[in-house]
């Protein structure tokens, strides 16, 4: 008995098997071949991104606008996992209360108290961001 070869699938004239299409071999074909909705990272950068020097949003407020509400502890998920180097204005998100998030003896709390200060907001006595006053309203 022969087998039967299925006539809707072409066949490599060389092995005779099905002629499916190699793998993608970068991250750009592998971006063609999904869907072109972006990621949640790539929502919540794309968010970062627009929020203008010498403003803050709160985390919560980034994950509204990024279409994930009550989604405040993803953001910080996100941010957690940027690279070093990014271009991301990472220090433009705080907390609820106009405070930095990272643990105060930090290098990275002092980093964003600075990248902020040279922005030119001011802190209160106790640390925190008047949100009234430097609060991003898109």
Do not use: C, H
């Given at each position: 008995?022969?087998?039967?070869?299925?006539?809707?699938?072409?066949?490599?004239?060389?092995t005779g098997c099905e002629n499916n299409p190699p793998?993608?071999?970068?991250?750009?074909?592998?971006?063609?071949?999904?869907?072109?909705?972006?990621?949640?990272?790539?929502?919540?950068?794309?968010?970062?991104?627009?929020?203008?020097?010498?403003?803050?949003?709160?985390?919560?407020?980034?994950?509204?606008?990024?279409?994930?509400?009550?989604?405040?502890?993803?953001?910080?998920?996100?941010?957690?996992?940027l690279p070093s180097g990014t271009r991301i204005p990472w220090h433009r998100v705080?907390?609820?209360?106009?405070?930095?998030?990272?643990?105060?003896?930090?290098?990275?709390?002092?980093?964003?108290?600075?990248?902020?200060?040279?922005?030119?907001?001011?802190?209160?006595?106790?640390?925190?961001?008047?949100?009234?006053?430097?609060?991003?309203?898109?």
């Open positions: 008995m022969r087998a039967r070869i299925s006539t809707s699938t072409p066949l490599d004239v060389a793998p993608p071999a970068t991250v750009a074909e592998v971006n063609k071949t999904k869907s072109e909705e972006p990621t949640i990272a790539e929502q919540v950068w794309q968010v970062i991104a627009l929020i203008p020097k010498g403003r803050v949003a709160t985390y919560g407020q980034v994950a509204e606008l990024a279409g994930l509400p009550g989604g405040a502890r993803r953001v910080g998920k996100v941010l957690s996992q705080v907390n609820a209360s106009g405070g930095i998030s990272l643990p105060e003896a930090s290098g990275g709390y002092v980093r964003q108290q600075t990248r902020l200060k040279k922005e030119g907001i001011v802190f209160s006595a106790s640390g925190r961001i008047p949100l009234r006053k430097y609060r991003w309203q898109p």
